[in-house]
């Protein structure tokens, strides 16, 4: 089965500092992986994926992530915080062999990123 | 361009009723998914459609149904509200089954 884990239930960072949300995964085969935000009172929004190719994905609002197969980790980065960054992060993965397009959701991470 | 709107945004409910919540997906999407936020949790995976067609289902009781209908937007049903079904429904499309999924902001149900 897959699964996501976000060991991390709360980040905490000084704005300018860099921000790092980790994110670990279980899967048969190779993995799809995603990277969502949820501001209060909304859905998710897209930040970034990896499917396949080079381990560093770049994304929208200055985020990246590293795709790491050996610790099957999908760590989100950013440089440099903003207090606008601050929400709630979810990490999920998608398992194609087991046959069907579902995501599995990560229980979340909150950032919060003081002024 | 217009993104996923769900309709409504929210409602509350009484044990037993039945609801039916909506999905209008992005202009050009053929898949529809459902999920279920509940407070503190990352959303759980209910149903996908694609192309009119159930392509996958999660683990969730009988009393949950859904539809894609030939314009791409879909319902959720449920029936038999349970207290435990109070929780934050999202849709989600995408253009393709493997791609990215486009979130709306939700329908908030609260059963009472």
């Known amino acids: 089965a897959q699964s996501v884990a976000q060991p991390e239930d709360q980040v905490n960072v000084a704005e300018g500092n860099p921000l790092t949300v980790k994110c670990t995964y279980s899967?048969?085969?190779?993995?799809?992986l995603f990277w969502y935000v949820q501001y209060p009172n909304r859905g998710l929004q897209f930040l970034l994926k990896?499917?396949?190719?080079?381990?560093l994905v770049k994304g929208s609002y200055g985020f990246e992530a590293e795709f790491n197969k050996s610790q099957t980790s999908f760590h989100l980065k950013k440089p440099s915080a903003l207090v606008s960054d601050s929400a709630l992060y979810f990490c999920?993965?998608?398992?194609?062999?087991?046959?069907?397009?579902?995501?599995?959701f990560g229980a979340g991470t909150t950032v919060t990123v003081r002024a | 361009d217009a993104g996923v709107t769900q309709s409504p945004t929210h409602l509350i409910k009484t044990r037993g009723q039945h609801v039916t919540l909506r999905c209008s997906p992005i202009?050009?999407?053929?898949?529809v998914s459902w999920y279920q936020q509940v407070l503190g949790q990352g959303p759980q995976f209910i149903f996908q459609?694609?192309?009119?067609?159930?392509?996958g289902r999660g683990n969730f009781p009988d009393r949950f149904s859904a539809r894609q209908f030939p314009n791409y937007s879909s319902e959720l049903n449920v029936n038999a509200l349970l207290l435990g079904d109070s929780a934050l429904y999202l849709c989600?499309?995408?253009?393709?089954?493997?791609?990215?999924?486009?979130f709306g902001q939700g329908t908030r149900l609260t059963v009472v």
């Open positions: 989600a499309s995408s253009p393709s089954l493997n791609t990215e999924a486009f």
């Open positions: 999920a993965v998608r398992d194609l062999p087991q046959g069907d397009y579902k995501l599995s």
């Open positions: 990896y499917i396949t190719g080079d381990n």
């Open positions: 459609y694609y192309e009119k067609e159930e392509r």
């Open positions: 202009s050009g999407h053929k898949s």
């Open positions: 899967v048969s085969g190779n993995p799809y």
